[in-house]
């Protein structure tokens, strides 16, 4: 039993790097698209607490199901840019990449607890990135301190939760570690498993 689970592991996790490398080779109207749907859902919610209808023209690729998150970046004088918030799923856990994305987009603009929501007043300031993510591998703490920031990304698992740093977040691999385990809810000094993450990445103006 325990190697017939391994092995649907393995398979699962053969078939999101087959569905993430579909993403790689998205054509520009499907990344519009995405990034398009990001910010209407985003603003919507900013602005009237709204959910944005799903689109019934969507493109191939966002009818299927992904794991997704999307960001908000906003600049900060001396630092750069710097997240303002971030929601999403290591799972899919909605019909389509497109419910994926609205939900992750109004999840960003008025639920993550890390920060406060977002102001309408600050839409224009920040820039949107949708993440589609691919099935965790996991890694050891050695392995996790070689990740490249901005390409990698990184999951700190603790009790069931698991803290998710996406590639471009930052260019430090001790601050990634870090924000990983401090969203993973880890204290101090606990001990955390770790999971590499790969990341197709699709910012606004890039």
């Given at each position: 039993?325990?190697?017939?689970?391994f092995i649907v592991l393995c398979?699962?996790?053969?078939?999101?790097?087959?569905?993430?490398?579909?993403?790689?080779?998205?054509?520009?109207?499907?990344?519009?698209?995405?990034?398009?749907?990001?910010?209407?859902?985003?603003?919507?919610?900013?602005?009237?607490?709204?959910?944005?209808?799903?689109?019934?023209?969507?493109?191939?690729?966002?009818?299927?199901?992904?794991?997704v998150f999307v960001?908000?970046?906003?600049?900060?004088?001396?630092?750069?840019?710097?997240?303002?918030?971030?929601?999403?799923?290591?799972?899919?856990?909605?019909?389509?990449?497109?419910?994926?994305?609205?939900?992750?987009?109004?999840?960003?603009?008025?639920?993550?607890?890390?920060?406060?929501?977002?102001?309408?007043?600050?839409?224009?300031?920040?820039?949107?990135?949708?993440?589609?993510?691919?099935?965790?591998?996991?890694?050891?703490?050695?392995?996790?301190?070689?990740?490249?920031?901005?390409?990698?990304?990184?999951?700190?698992?603790?009790?069931?939760?698991?803290?998710?740093?996406?590639?471009?977040?930052?260019?430090?691999?001790?601050?990634?570690?870090?924000?990983?385990?401090?969203?993973?809810?880890?204290?101090?000094?606990?001990?955390?498993?770790?999971?590499?993450?790969?990341?197709?990445?699709?910012?606004?103006?890039?």
């Amino acid at each position: 039993m325990l190697r017939l689970f391994f092995i649907v592991l393995c398979l699962a996790t053969v078939v999101r790097a087959q569905e993430l490398a579909a993403w790689q080779n998205a054509d520009g109207a499907t990344r519009a698209s995405a990034l398009s749907l990001a910010r209407r859902a985003f603003d919507a919610y900013t602005v009237h607490r709204e959910v944005l209808a799903t689109p019934r023209d969507l493109p191939p690729l966002l009818r299927t199901r992904a794991a997704v998150f999307v960001s908000a970046m906003r600049r900060v004088a001396g630092k750069g840019w710097v997240p303002r918030c971030c929601m999403g799923s290591l799972l899919p856990t909605e019909n389509n990449a497109a419910e994926e994305i609205i939900a992750a987009a109004c999840a960003a603009a008025g639920r993550d607890r890390r920060f406060a929501p977002l102001r309408r007043d600050e839409l224009r300031e920040v820039v949107l990135i949708v993440s589609l993510v691919g099935a965790p591998r996991a890694i050891s703490e050695a392995q996790a301190r070689r990740l490249d920031p901005r390409r990698d990304g990184l999951a700190a698992h603790w009790q069931g939760r698991a803290g998710v740093v996406l590639c471009g977040e930052t260019t430090q691999t001790t601050r990634m570690m870090d924000w990983a385990r401090q969203r993973a809810g880890a204290p101090p000094g606990a001990a955390v498993t770790w999971s590499r993450l790969a990341v197709v990445r699709w910012a606004e103006g890039s």
